[in-house]
């Protein structure tokens, strides 16, 4: 069973940026996409982007464009997640989780266990 | 993008209780639809795949129909772990966007 382990808390000023790491244990690292979601307290789950561990194409939810990097280092199994000019509406949980093939089907079949990120002056 | 509509927002039910939330794409996604199980606290998990598959260990009172932009998920005889918030995902494309979300009370 894969196991996706991602950093700690963070507490961030406005403006800061914050980087929160995933780290995918077993020897898959390279084979499936990585994908970002965070939960804003109260709210439903928001899908962020997603990351090509094998090479590191990105793609983006149009909103973050601009203000998410997400990153790989295959030497680690890890990737990276980092939110830029944050501000207060971007407190929340934040997961990683794995993309991979059910029965055929694109699923998210494995997560982290989340990173919790607060935004506060 | 493709946007996804659930509902509903909330409900209330009894342990016994048969309840169903539907879940519509703005457009047409075939069967690319999965159901997850979220809990306070914990990771959300996978209960349905493909609209109707039956994700292993996931008890068989869940179950999900649907294709083309109308999709549902039914538990049967609730029970008290059943108490979670559910969320519908479209995987037909990159970008895997959600429902709102169904939190369910028992």
């Known amino acids: 069973q894969v196991q996706l382990v991602q950093s700690g808390a963070e507490v961030k000023k406005p403006g800061a940026s914050v980087k929160v790491s995933c780290k995918t244990s077993g020897n898959t690292f390279t084979s499936y996409y990585i994908h970002w979601v965070r939960q804003a307290p109260g709210q439903g789950l928001e899908w962020m982007g997603a990351?090509?561990?094998?090479?590191?194409?990105?793609t983006y939810a149009q909103r973050f464009q601009g203000r998410v990097t997400m990153s790989s280092d295959t030497s680690t199994s890890r990737v990276y997640m980092e939110l830029h000019s944050l501000r207060s509406e971007d407190t929340g949980m934040y997961y990683c989780?794995?993309?991979?093939?059910?029965?055929?089907?694109?699923?998210?079949?494995?997560w982290g266990q989340g990173s919790l990120v607060t935004v506060s002056s | 993008d493709i946007q996804m509509t659930q509902s509903p927002s909330s409900l209330s039910a009894s342990v016994g209780d048969t309840v169903t939330i539907t879940c519509r794409a703005s457009q047409t996604i075939s069967r690319y639809l999965n159901w997850y199980q979220h809990k306070p606290g914990k990771a959300p998990n996978l209960l349905i795949f493909g609209a109707s598959g039956l994700q292993s260990g996931v008890p068989s009172r869940f179950s999900g129909r649907g294709s083309g932009t109308d999709f549902s998920l039914t538990i049967s005889g609730l029970q008290p772990e059943d108490s979670a918030t559910y969320f519908c995902q479209q995987s037909y494309n990159i970008f895997r966007t959600f429902g709102q979300g169904t939190k369910l009370e028992i």
């Open positions: 989780a794995r993309d991979a093939p059910t029965s055929g089907w694109p699923t998210f079949d494995s």
């Open positions: 990351i090509n561990p094998s090479g590191g194409s990105t």
